[in-house]
């Protein structure tokens, strides 16, 4: 397996994210009250906001609509990244990356710190982080599938949770406090997609020419699906049964068929899908 | 009740899997071991059975046979209310 590409990526993603080490810890201001006029979340991203629900809510069911919604999106995140740092750390001097040692420890580091602000601010501010239901139960894999797939559902899961960073980051009606941990986190996150789409197409060069079409269209069938599973978990109903909305589940139903919340999922997943088309012989359609 | 109960979880599993809408679901069948539901699936599924029961299921639930059934899934998560 050729990975001279990733090695070289790791070397100069390391230096960088020592030179750009921010301590998380005390990088924010954390106000003992949150900004009453000003909403935690970008509106286009809230999804009740596209609903005609909306319309219906008070200022202040809003204002804690995009709250909750926030916490939802940090506490999907924590979630992500647990499993993003078992995954790391049961790779680190061992195997097809331990060239890489450096970086997976920096970049254990930095999903670690996400995790602690993101559930800082769920815990202080909706006093609440939202459990994670993503399951992994066992089965077959072709040889190497299963490699592929864990690096090429991290990136899939940071390319979307980093879009919605930037969206949040540069909304200057958002709340400052979720924008700036916004922003801290699509910086570092960046890193984290570089090293990934590296390691992906890697892996894919290595392995999918073994799988044949029809091993190759069923790792591409599992991560479409991945892709769609993940846009359904961006809408809680959860979120909505805390708001003391009726039906969740049957609202959540309605938001996800609303166009504008299609085109949110369309735009979230553009440059993930147009970097995963670009591997010979993967079709994402 | 419980009837009722397992038929919506029943026409749910059916119209996540459109191929399982020539097979038997019964409530003893396993929807894990029988391809029903894989880890995507079940996801959605979890989110379902909270939503309609009001209660949470643990992480350490996931490997519980009771939770591959529907009859299983009844019983622990929809029964106490029907007493």
Redesign the interface.
């Given at each position: 397996m050729r990975m001279e590409p990733v090695e070289r990526a790791a070397a100069v993603l390391s230096r960088t994210s020592a030179a750009r080490f921010r301590d998380p810890y005390h990088c924010f201001d954390w106000p003992s009250r949150p900004e009453p006029d000003r909403l935690a979340m970008s509106r286009p991203l809230i999804s009740l906001a596209a609903h005609p629900i909306w319309e219906t809510l008070t200022d202040e069911q809003r204002w804690r609509a995009a709250l909750l919604e926030t916490a939802a999106f940090f506490s999907l995140n924590v979630a992500g990244e647990r499993e993003l740092m078992i995954g790391l750390a049961a790779r680190l001097h061992h195997g097809t990356l331990a060239p890489a040692s450096e970086y997976l420890l920096h970049f254990i580091q930095e999903e670690c710190a996400h995790s602690a602000v993101f559930t800082r601010f769920c815990r202080i501010y909706a006093g609440r982080l939202y459990p994670d239901r993503q399951v992994r139960l066992p089965r077959k894999y072709l040889a190497g599938e299963e490699e592929f797939l864990f690096f090429a559902q991290v990136l899939v899961f940071e390319q979307l949770a980093g879009w919605h960073n930037a969206q949040n980051a540069h909304d200057a009606e958002v709340w400052a406090l979720p924008r700036a941990i916004h922003e801290y986190h699509a910086e570092e996150e960046a890193r984290h997609v570089a090293f990934g789409r590296t390691v992906v197409e890697a892996l894919w060069n290595a392995h999918s020419p073994g799988w044949g079409e029809e091993g190759r269209a069923q790792v591409a069938g599992y991560l479409r699906r991945y892709l769609e599973a993940l846009h359904r978990l961006y809408v809680s109903p959860f979120v909505y049964r805390d708001l003391g909305l009726a039906d969740p589940m049957g609202l959540r139903a309605q938001v996800l068929a609303l166009p504008a919340r299609q085109q949110v999922q369309r735009d979230a997943s553009a440059r993930v899908l147009a970097f995963l088309g670009r591997l010979p012989g993967l079709v994402l359609a | 009740m419980r009837e009722q109960v397992i038929e919506r979880l029943r026409t749910w599993l059916v119209r996540q899997n459109p191929e399982a809408a020539g097979k038997d679901i019964f409530p003893d069948t396993d929807i894990?071991e029988t391809g029903l539901l894989?880890?995507?699936?079940?996801?959605?599924f979890?989110?379902?059975v909270?939503?309609?029961s009001g209660k949470?299921?643990l992480?350490e639930h996931?490997d519980a046979s009771w939770l591959r059934t529907l009859g299983g899934i009844y019983e622990h998560f929809f029964a106490a209310e029907a007493a």
């Amino acid at each position: 397996m050729r990975m001279e590409p990733v090695e070289r990526a790791a070397a100069v993603l390391s230096r960088t994210s020592a030179a750009r080490f921010r301590d998380p810890y005390h990088c924010f201001d954390w106000p003992s009250r949150p900004e009453p006029d000003r909403l935690a979340m970008s509106r286009p991203l809230i999804s009740l906001a596209a609903h005609p629900i909306w319309e219906t809510l008070t200022d202040e069911q809003r204002w804690r609509a995009a709250l909750l919604e926030t916490a939802a999106f940090f506490s999907l995140n924590v979630a992500g990244e647990r499993e993003l740092m078992i995954g790391l750390a049961a790779r680190l001097h061992h195997g097809t990356l331990a060239p890489a040692s450096e970086y997976l420890l920096h970049f254990i580091q930095e999903e670690c710190a996400h995790s602690a602000v993101f559930t800082r601010f769920c815990r202080i501010y909706a006093g609440r982080l939202y459990p994670d239901r993503q399951v992994r139960l066992p089965r077959k894999y072709l040889a190497g599938e299963e490699e592929f797939l864990f690096f090429a559902q991290v990136l899939v899961f940071e390319q979307l949770a980093g879009w919605h960073n930037a969206q949040n980051a540069h909304d200057a009606e958002v709340w400052a406090l979720p924008r700036a941990i916004h922003e801290y986190h699509a910086e570092e996150e960046a890193r984290h997609v570089a090293f990934g789409r590296t390691v992906v197409e890697a892996l894919w060069n290595a392995h999918s020419p073994g799988w044949g079409e029809e091993g190759r269209a069923q790792v591409a069938g599992y991560l479409r699906r991945y892709l769609e599973a993940l846009h359904r978990l961006y809408v809680s109903p959860f979120v909505y049964r805390d708001l003391g909305l009726a039906d969740p589940m049957g609202l959540r139903a309605q938001v996800l068929a609303l166009p504008a919340r299609q085109q949110v999922q369309r735009d979230a997943s553009a440059r993930v899908l147009a970097f995963l088309g670009r591997l010979p012989g993967l079709v994402l359609a | 009740m419980r009837e009722q109960v397992i038929e919506r979880l029943r026409t749910w599993l059916v119209r996540q899997n459109p191929e399982a809408a020539g097979k038997d679901i019964f409530p003893d069948t396993d929807i894990i071991e029988t391809g029903l539901l894989d880890s995507l699936q079940l996801v959605e599924f979890i989110l379902l059975v909270e939503m309609e029961s009001g209660k949470r299921i643990l992480s350490e639930h996931i490997d519980a046979s009771w939770l591959r059934t529907l009859g299983g899934i009844y019983e622990h998560f929809f029964a106490a209310e029907a007493a």
